[in-house]
Each structure stands twice: as C-alpha cells, then as structure tokens.
C-alpha cells in the first residue's frame, strides 16, 4: 500500500491529478478498502488547488509495496513524472528489495 507522510513543508511529491464525477469518487470510496479519502492543498501551474487522496489506514515502518505493484508505478512515472522523481522511486526500489 504506498502512502503519503508528513513531512517537512519543503517536502515534494509528485503526482498526477485527476478531475473525477461524483459517482467516480463515490465508487473509489466504496471499493478502496483499507484506504480513506483526505484532503490537501497541491500547486497546479503555481496556484494552490485542493485536492483528495487516498491514505492507507494501516502503515508500518517496513511496509513495502509488492515488487509488481511498484513496477507499475515507476512505469507510470516515466511516462508522466520529472526523470529527477523517477530517478528517486528507483532508488527506493533498490533499497527496499536489498
């Protein structure tokens, strides 16, 4: 389950929004079990824009994602993401699978 946390203000994540229908979110809320849905402000093209996410409900320091699912996200991230953001999933990859 990958996650969001807290950190420092200057932290940065990167990611892709999208702008779903209420059914579309309603749905998500329904069938996203062990997550719930929060709030928190992103910059969008320099403005500050609300937007939901998904947090897992369970977290632990060691928790990693399967290695299948986080293949999936590294090869989303190459197609939408800064090669400097990819470059950093990918050292997380090395240093949790050693």
């Known amino acids: 389950m990958a996650n969001l946390v807290k950190g420092e203000t200057t932290d940065k994540v990167e990611g892709v929004l999208y ?3 209420k059914d579309v979110i309603e749905f998500l809320d329904r069938t996203e079990n062990g997550y719930s849905r929060e709030k928190t402000d992103v910059m ?3 403005k500050s824009v609300e937007a939901d996410f998904y947090v897992s409900r369970v977290t632990r320091d060691n928790a990693q994602p399967n290695p299948e699912y986080f293949q999936k ?3 989303g991230a190459r197609k939408m993401l800064s090669e400097d953001y990819v470059k950093k999933l990918e050292a997380m990859r090395t240093v949790s699978t050693s």
Request: aromatic share 0%; charged share 35%.
């Open 73 to 75: 996200i590294i090869d």
């Open 19 to 21: 702008d779903l229908t």
């Open 44 to 46: 969008v093209d320099g």
